[in-house]
């Protein structure tokens, strides 16, 4: 199986332990929090820009209904010029 890129937007408790989890099975794991570091294996995105559209990509690899993944993706844009 190829490695899979994922990106986790909030490192908190829940957020933190997937990230960790996803990291243990073999992933390459990014992710935003700005209030959190990122755990150990977890590289750390500067902003929250990069993970939406690591995020907006994957929408696309899962085969994401492209309406869906269009919605997403103007939501991801909105979210992060903010």
Do not use: Y
Not at 22 to 41: H, I, K, M, N, Q
Not at 70 to 76: Q, T
Request: aromatic residues 4%; glycine residues 10%; without cysteine.
């Amino acid at each position: 199986m190829a490695q899979r890129a994922v990106a986790v937007l909030g490192l908190g408790e829940a957020g933190g332990r997937f990230a960790v989890d996803l990291v243990g099975a073999g992933a390459t794991v990014s992710g935003f929090d700005p209030r959190v570091s990122a755990p150990p294996g977890v590289t750390h995105a500067k902003r929250r820009a990069d993970e939406m559209a690591a995020a907006a990509a994957l929408l696309d690899d899962l085969g994401v209904p492209a309406r869906i993944a269009r919605a997403s993706r103007d939501r991801f844009n909105d979210l992060s010029a903010t």
